[in-house]
């Protein structure tokens, strides 16, 4: 591990300004996954801006009925929080699905968004990848990707990302506030990250140094019926091998509206949107919820060890609208 | 008598484990103490063409680039493993290449981290296979085995006989992760070695630095007071001993080395994977008239290593014709060693699988056919068993588990979007003892010293032993104190082949009666106090020759998702008959604990190794899973009264490992039970049940 500096600033500019004056420098939130890399030599930085004396770690109401996070939340105040679990059940359930207690008391809303992901090769800096070394190489390709893409990849890289709390963010059409060095920006989290295509050293849309304010989750209320559906290789404290972020809103049995969003099958949280219109004004039956499932993995290009994700994430799918419906 | 064997005892030092005060092996504050981190190779075979040190001699506080350009010369040992440094070859992915000393931790890291160390790399042969070429058959197994056996004449046997199951099974390359990672704290005084170290036994540590470093016995110690857990991977040195020692003694300097977990997937040993065709023969009704057990496995380039996987069928049924067989290939990749119930644990996990498949093929209840096929004497060789319950564990733990009630028909029980299943498995684990050396001395306030160098690696020995020794002084625990993990109290036994009570044990009571005696001699303790030495050598020679192991048998229930192959263990049950108990609580801790371990071998740790690169690949916590705490739920475990005086005097058979052993094949078989889909790999991860 490199030496470096840190600062803890309590105002935004500061931290702004610390962030444009010093190459190498970096934004710090729990530190629950910087710090892992900087251990691991993955991540180098010169300095440390600690974000979480700025004063991002709040909860409230939107105007327009939605709700406002902030970007120093706690994962696990997220979590408890009255209003996301009464308004938002999907994000509770994702939020607490993830890491563990101590874990999620450190991790930040910033912070998660922008969690690295866990493809071994990635975190091994003896070893030649994509992500990490442009042009370098992709071993996972041919090695182990058992817990790797089968939506979205490239060529140079089939990462995935491991983000619980995404999923369900992507699944509620959030939006990520920033504040960039060219002024502040309401970034959609569908235009959030990017798919790796020919840069997947390059993972959002953010420009170097922004900074995340907040995040805001519109007014739905039909997504007071929603559900996270985790899929892992033990009980907890392990990331999802696929997992599905669904809200629901059903009347007389069809379907009026739809959010699913798929996580551990993409390099970014998967909003299934094939999925959800071919759902709008169905039956709300296991017969649709299959053919909604299958019209979004019909573009699945699995590899040889991570097959097993097409049937996984189906499954699901349907079980999860299946539960909501009963639940409404 | 004060009668406290057989109580359950807390653990002595609990108390001062959780409050801090225990000291472990990196806890110990030194005067003019530096630091050494390692650094690994990164290929997996070749050679070290060179380290670059200049730049990491400049940085602050770097004290020392030690490579085998520089480093201290060794006396050979037959484990290459600790010749460390001693020359440019390059025999697995992650073995040491260099130590960088540093006035602290964090600047010794630093310097690691960015040594340039050239390498003239060659291909790399690291994937283990049935048809490897260089399959061989080792001289013999772990400890001292024979490789094959053959009794009467297997393939006639399958040929005649009614049903036949022959399938392949295999378990995959498992790390020990003990809590505490391997360190040592090593420091010269004049010719004499003092080494602070996490082991499990430090009589051999003891011995192997006297032997690398050409000193006397007496010039060397090793102290071990408090270890946190080895499950096999301390059981003897390990190079950061070695590494330790030698730096101390090149830079003059106290000096620690501590492994990382992610060290750990490479420096101090990892259960072989095993790939083993089991087949087996049977009359109608289920009775055995062939067994064949054939495995194959690995070890490195560096040591032999060769786990002893077939050697759970030599004692478990009755057969004719039973035969066993090792092959094994040296490949490019850390050294396997023990890991808790070496050959028990992944050969129980083939057969009492095996078992299931000839249980249904015949349309037995797998219980009654164990018992169908329970042995008078040992299946291999004919001895007769000192003691053997297997039945009545099956039994106990039937009644208790209300195995009468289950439906044998597989993929019928279904609860919303879980199937349900259950399933049973045998274990077994020798029961051995090895000579120790203990003494014990009476104090004039009437207070006793126990002193023997054996290890507590977070069993409850120590406590374990307090008891034994009080209650053959007839003195409460309180007059008794216990001294252990000193290698200058003597010779002993190491933590490890669950034989630490029955031998450490043996020569306590042994050395507590000839100090009873020693004082009714005398008339009472003299002034000066009165001490009594013993030793178990000539006892253990002395011992008839007889088959001496525990058994048990392990139920287990599970749920299977159907939508995502996610398992959920229930319930689990394990019945033991393991001779004499000493402490209930902690016993009960490490049966319920290896159970835990087997449930986790079962379902979850599993350690990829990655061709290209010739590394095990998941080498940290989020990567190599262990069972945690929600996958465990109601886990029971209990024991049946055994006596048995042809053990040693305290009657105790050991129950560090019988605990692992059946417990996956136990799961294997309630997944089964559950699914109808036969699971033949560990662990059985939700891709491998939705995929099969
Ligand atoms: C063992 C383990 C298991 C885990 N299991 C799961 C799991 O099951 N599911 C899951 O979803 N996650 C899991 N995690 C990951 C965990 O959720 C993340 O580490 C955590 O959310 C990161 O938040 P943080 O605040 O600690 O981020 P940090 O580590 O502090 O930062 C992460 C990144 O975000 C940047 N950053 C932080 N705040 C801001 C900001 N305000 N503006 C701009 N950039 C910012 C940092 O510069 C850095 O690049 C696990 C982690 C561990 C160690
Ligand atoms: S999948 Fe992506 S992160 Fe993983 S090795 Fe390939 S390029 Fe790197």
Redesign the pocket.
Known sequence: MKEFGYERPAHPTDALAMIAGVAGA???????????LMKLGVETPAVLID?TALPYDFVTDDADGGLRVG??TR?SDLAAHLAVRRRYPALAQAVL????GQ?RN???V???L??RTRCPYFQDVTKPCNKRVPDSGCPARDGEHHNLAILGGSDLCIATN????AVALAAFDAVVFVEEPAGPRAVPIADFYRLPADEPQRETTLEPG???TAVALPALPWAANSRYRKARERAS????IGSVAVALDVADGMVRDVRIALGAVAPIPWRAYRAEQSLRGQPATEVAFREAADAELEWAQPLRDNRYKVPLVRNLMVRTLIELVQAS | MSGTVGAPVSRIEGLSKVTGEARYAADFPLAGLAHGWIVQSTIARGRVESVDAGAALQMPGVLAVVTATNAMRLQDVDDGELLVLQDQQVHYRGQTVALVVGDTLEQARAAADGLPVEYQAEPHDVLLSASHPRLFAPDHVNPNLPTDTLTGDVEAGLAGAAVTVDHTYSTPAEHNNPMEPHATTAFWDGDRLTVYDSNQGATRVHQALVRLFGLEDSAVRVVSEHVGGGFGSKGGARSQAVLAAMAARMLGRPIRVVLSRKQLFSLVGYRTPTIQRVRLGSDRGGRLVALDHQVVEQTSTVYEFAEQTAVFSRVMYATPNLSTSHRLVALDVPTPRWMRAPGEAPGSFAVESAMDELAEACGVDPIELRIRNEPVTEPEGGRPFSSRNLIACLREGASRFRWAERDPRPGTRRDGQWLMGTGVAASTYPARSAPSTASVSAQEDGSFIVRLTAADIGTGARTALTQVAADELQVPMDKVEVRIGDSDFGPAMIAGGSMGMASWGWVVVKACRQLIADIDRCGGVPDDGLVARADTADDIAAQADLVRHSFGAQFAEVRVDVDTGEIRVPRLLGVFAAGRIVNAKTARSQLIGGMTMGLSMALFEESLMDAEFGDYLNHD??GYHIAANADVQRIDATWIDEEDDQLNPLGVKGIGEIGIVGTAAAIANAVYHATGQRQRHLPIRPDRVLSP
Do not use: C, E, H, K
């Not at chain 1, 491991?162 to 709390?165: A, G, H």
């Open positions: 970096r934004f710090l939130g729990g530190g629950t996954n910087l710090v892992d974000v970007s120093g994962n699905a993830g890491a563990s874990l450190m991790a930040t910033g912070g998660n922008l969690q491991p983000s619980d709390m922004a900074l995340i404290y392990s990331f999802a | 916590f989020a």
